[in-house]
């Protein structure tokens, strides 16, 4: 930003031009002296010529008087001693002429420099007055920048108000989801344990006055309150991921991914599964959360590579433009690519629930908790041909990939 004209510039430009034009008036004193100076210069000359014509006039009546004196050598003598320093002075004059030429030269170089000096001197004075010029041109430029700067203040203001109104009313909203979410949890709860707790009894207790139709109909009932109640915890775990607070630091990716892989192969033990995970990949993350990630990738990896008797899960880092990426990849069923955009939408499902199970809840999950990160996920797949699962993280504390 320049800075404005400070209130006393126009009293110095002021100033400056008074000073330029007495400079301007000494400077044509000069010149006018400079003429005088000639003018005595050419009267000096004048003298000294005249001199010259007295000198040969005087050697004229020199020898006048020498022819008339010659029989008196005394007299003779004392008038060539006298002609003798006449001579003297006129040689002296003959130098003071020179001295006189040799000053009037240096007074003639002193004027030209005076004359160049006062070309500068102009010059700058035109310089300054463009300078100030500029000022002024640029005094305006800056208030007009200090009216916008006053104009968008007053609108980041009104913006301010704006958000802590709707901070405000979020915070409300959220306390209201909360409260909603846990009543949700009680309400729904209890009659699905009613439910499932009578077909439990109704198998126990009466399954010998059942048929097998009837018996089928118990389990597909119990089945299904189970599978409500796993949705349940699904849609809390997804409210959730908005309003938890997040803890991040520096985390071993690979130690969380190799965790949930002992897991996972605790549960089907049977199942021959190898797992490639890359060591020292490592971000700035919420460790819990990051958790909950891997949970979801890795467990549908793990699901959908079921029907595969040699099963192959890989997780490691890559670079994507230019930013560092992680990716889960399994050689399972894969999906249609058609359909990616619907991955990451609660509740969507690109398989039958009786060919894989689960609620279509958990990579909404995961793309909030991706999100809150500063990342984003994406997927690529084709049928039969296993899926890649690609996140990133904030670029803050990543190291590794």
């Given at each position: 930003m320049v800075p404005a004209l400070a209130p006393g510039a126009d009293r110095d430009r002021d100033a400056i031009e008074i000073g330029q034009r007495a400079m301007l008036n000494i400077l044509e004193d000069f010149a006018a002296e400079k003429s005088g100076l000639e003018s005595g210069q050419r009267a000096m000359l004048n003298i000294l010529d005249d001199f010259d014509a007295e000198k040969a006039r005087m050697e004229g009546a020199q020898r006048a008087v020498l022819n008339i004196l010659e029989d008196s050598v005394a007299e003779s003598a004392q008038f060539q001693a006298a002609q003798r320093s006449m001579l003297n002075i006129l040689d002296d004059f003959a130098s003071e002429k020179t001295e006189m030429e040799a000053a009037q030269g240096a007074m003639v170089n002193i004027l030209d420099d005076f004359s160049e000096e006062k070309g500068r001197l102009e010059d700058t004075q035109r310089a300054v007055l463009n300078i100030l010029d500029d000022f002024e041109t640029e005094k305006s430029k800056v208030e007009l920048?200090?009216?916008?700067?006053?104009?968008?203040?007053?609108?980041?203001?009104?913006?301010?108000?704006?958000?802590?109104?709707?901070?405000?009313?979020?915070?409300?909203?959220?306390?209201?989801?909360?409260?909603?979410?846990?009543?949700?949890?009680?309400?729904?709860?209890?009659?699905?344990?009613?439910?499932?707790?009578?077909?439990?009894?109704?198998?126990e207790d009466y399954a010998d006055k059942l048929d097998e139709d009837g018996r089928d109909c118990l389990h597909r009932v119990r089945a299904a309150t189970q599978r409500m109640g796993a949705l349940i915890d699904d849609m809390l775990n997804l409210s959730r991921m908005t309003r938890i607070d997040m803890r991040l630091e520096s985390t071993d990716l690979g130690a969380i991914a190799r965790s949930v892989a002992v897991e996972l192969q605790k549960t089907q033990p049977e199942r021959q599964v190898e797992f490639r995970i890359e060591e020292g990949l490592e971000a700035f993350v919420d460790s819990h959360l990051i958790r909950i990630v891997f949970d979801n990738l890795l467990g549908n990896a793990w699901k959908f590579t079921s029907k595969r008797d040699s099963a192959l899960i890989e997780f490691g880092g890559t670079h994507c433009d230019g930013k560092s990426t992680y990716y889960v990849w399994d050689n399972g069923a894969g999906f249609d690519p058609t359909y990616?955009?619907?991955?990451?939408?609660?509740?969507?499902?690109?398989?039958?629930?009786?060919?894989?199970?689960?609620?279509?809840?958990?990579?909404a999950t995961v793309q909030r908790i991706i999100h809150r990160h500063g990342g984003r996920i994406w997927a690529e797949s084709a049928v039969g041909k296993g899926a890649t699962f690609y996140f990133t993280l904030s670029g803050t504390g990543q190291r590794g990939a």
């Open positions: 920048v200090n009216e916008q700067l006053e104009k968008e203040i007053d609108e980041r203001k009104r913006v301010e108000t704006q958000i802590q109104g709707v901070n405000t009313e979020l915070l409300a909203a959220n306390k209201e989801l909360e409260a909603f979410s846990y009543s949700v949890s009680h309400d729904l709860r209890s009659p699905l344990r009613t439910i499932d707790g009578f077909s439990l009894a109704l198998l990616a955009d619907r991955l990451f939408g609660a509740f969507q499902r690109l398989h039958d629930k009786n060919e894989f199970p689960g609620t279509g809840v958990g990579l």
